[in-house]
């Protein structure tokens, strides 16, 4: 009954303020379509260039999807190579082919690198054909068909990552709000408990919450059309659990904040190291003892579960332990909560 | 102060008959026992003893600092003693069930200001367990009282500083407190509305409500049925303001409040 009527209010305060709402709603919008914008647009084909290469050679380089430029003399190729014009210089030595490439920018280097090594690979096999022997590699994929875009990879993480920051941004603010206006004392005089204070939030924000979860899931899979291999509802069920934990962390943290400021500061302490061990980096070169830390952060569970359903088209049974691990975090989170408003009153 | 009260003995003399009747039979509004809080080496209260009667007019007079807004949070619960007991409409606090008897008001004024009068009525009166016709009725009466009902759908954002002070009295109103608990109600408001604010507390302790309420403003302290002096944490004196002039020997509850408590007053 207290609960429902906390969570009404809070429901009426959203509905009033139009500029959160925008915030909640169309900002993770937003930045995921720039995102998409960012690394789902052309192939990139790197510009190679060569001195004195044989026609034929040139051909398959462009057949393999390079900007081939062909110099005549090295002394004027080498000067297109330090001016960035060219990623990759390829030319002979003797009878050795010898590549030097550009190198400031690593992704560009190991696309160059790639397509050359394809293009060369493919000379060997038809210098070949007498033997019995192929060594064309039959290439097949597990998941995604070999269509995935770096988008396509990540988007999974980013969506969860959005529905977690802007809720425990708001959530945070929220409550500390009502202690900096004095509405959390005035509450505190009422014969209100303090578990029906955190599910009123609980209610009132889940509203808001599932509401955001389903709108930043369906955008991104249907209008960015980002790659979906596993069920809707598991996303959604995911990317709500995410949204619980971030309210959860959001409203105990605000209990060690003084002003809004103070739950900024928070963003860098709490929820930069987790995007950094989310799975949108990967962590295989890092120490060991170091990787083990991803396992007390919330959306590293959440971002592990989001890519596995829509990627590799897990099932539940496949993604419960993270399912369980973010409930843990939830109810561990809310009691902490229920307790730490005992600043609040004595009992 | 600019403006100067109107006596207010005939009241005075009416509700102490009321009083007496109320009285019997209950316990007393208030009773502390040696009630002490200290934050680390710092003593903000000391072993205060007290108690307040129902159906009184208690002013707690002290200049700010003194340890007043704290020991309103300690009657309340709100925050826990390092000694002694705090006993609210004889229950022993802190206990949730005493906060449904009374009505509280803090220094700021605690509304939501997104929402409307009505809204922010609705939200504090479900707290109350009040639903349905009875909120309502609730509502519309508290509303009266203080003379906001042409306000009730306006943001409270759109209030004036006094009109959001009255709303904030309207909402410790709302399901008829036994016991008022006001911290400072007429802090920073105009000599009018200050005024309005005080028929409105004497109207109400008319109808047998027990009235706390804490001032560092002497001429309000001199309207109170008794006045609790604190300074330092410390209750120098407890006694009606005549009694307090009494026995400083003083012509004004501001020399009795000097003489009394050992110091300036603020």
Redesign the interface.
């Known amino acids: ?2 609960a ?3 969570a ?2 809070i429901i ?2 959203f509905a ?2 139009r500029r959160t709402l925008a915030l909640l709603f169309l900002a993770p919008l937003l930045v995921l379509t720039l995102m998409y914008f960012v690394f789902n647009g052309q192939e990139v084909k790197p510009d190679i260039g060569t001195v004195n290469y044989p026609e034929a050679w040139q051909e398959k380089l462009d057949q393999a999807g390079a900007h081939v430029h062909s110099y005549s003399s090295s002394a004027e190729a080498e000067v297109a190579l330090r001016d960035g014009k060219l990623d990759a210089l390829l030319t002979t030595e003797g009878n050795q082919p010898s590549l030097r490439l550009e190198g400031s920018d690593p992704s560009k280097s190991k696309a160059a690198l790639l397509l050359i090594q394809q293009a060369l690979q493919q000379e060997i096999r038809i210098d070949q054909t007498s033997s019995a022997f192929s060594a064309k590699l039959l290439v097949s994929y597990e998941h995604g068909e070999g269509k995935l875009t770096s988008f396509d990879s990540f988007g999974p993480v980013l969506v969860g990552f959005f529905s977690f920051f802007f809720v425990f941004l708001l959530a945070g603010v929220a409550f500390l709000r009502e202690k900096t ?3 959390m ?9 303090r578990y029906e204070i955190v599910s009123g939030y609980l209610i009132g924000f889940g509203v808001f919450t599932i509401l955001q979860a389903t709108l930043i899931a369906l955008y991104s899979i249907h209008v960015l059309g980002l790659y979906m291999d596993g069920s809707i509802w598991l996303v959604l069920l995911t990317n709500f659990l995410l949204s619980l934990v971030a309210l959860t962390l959001g409203t105990l943290l605000s209990s060690f904040a003084g002003t809004e400021f103070q739950i900024i500061q928070f963003i860098p302490i709490v929820i930069v190291p987790q995007v950094f061990f989310s799975g949108l980096f990967n962590l295989d070169a890092m120490n060991p003892w170091l990787q083990k830390l991803s396992y007390v952060m919330p959306l590293y569970y959440g971002a592990d579960a989001m890519r596995g359903i829509m990627l590799r088209g897990e099932r539940f049974a496949d993604i419960q332990l993270n399912i369980y691990v973010l409930l843990a975090f939830s109810i561990a989170f809310i009691l902490l909560n229920i307790a730490s408003l005992k600043k ?4 | 102060m600019a403006d100067k009260l109107p006596a207010l003995s005939d009241q005075t003399d009416q509700s102490n008959q009321s009083d007496e009747r109320k009285r019997s039979g209950n316990p007393p509004a208030i009773e502390l026992r040696k009630l002490t809080r200290t934050y680390g080496s710092r003593t903000v209260l000391s072993e205060i003893s007290l108690e307040i009667r129902r159906g009184e007019l208690f002013g707690l007079l002290g200049p700010s600092g003194s340890g007043k807004t704290t020991l309103v949070k300690q009657i309340m619960g709100l925050d826990a003693p390092s000694g002694g007991t705090v006993t609210l409409l004889g229950e022993r606090m802190p206990v949730r069930s005493a906060l449904q008897r009374v009505g509280y008001m803090a220094q700021s004024d605690a509304l939501y200001n997104e929402l409307t009068g009505r809204e922010n009525l609705e939200f504090f009166a479900s707290l109350y367990g009040l639903s349905g016709a009875r909120r309502k009725e609730r509502i519309g009466s508290v509303m009266k009282l203080v003379d906001l009902t042409e306000h009730l759908n306006k943001p409270t954002a759109a209030y004036s500083g006094g009109m959001k002070r009255r709303l904030s009295l309207a909402v410790s109103l709302l399901h008829e407190p036994e016991l008022l608990l006001l911290d400072e109600p007429t802090v920073g408001i105009d000599p009018v509305l200050r005024r309005s604010i005080w028929e409105e507390l004497l109207a109400l302790r008319a109808r047998g409500i027990t009235i706390v309420l804490t001032t560092h403003v002497m001429d309000e302290a001199d309207r109170c049925d008794r006045i609790g002096l604190i300074r330092d944490g410390k209750l120098t004196a407890v006694d009606t303001p005549e009694g307090l002039k009494q026995t400083s020997g003083k012509a004004t509850i501001e020399e009795a409040f000097i003489a009394l408590g050992g110091g300036t007053a603020t």
């Open positions: 009954m207290r429902r009527a906390l009404l209010r009426r305060q009033r303020d206006t004095g509405t004392e005035r509450l505190m005089a009422t014969p209100i408990r609040q009153r004595a009992f």
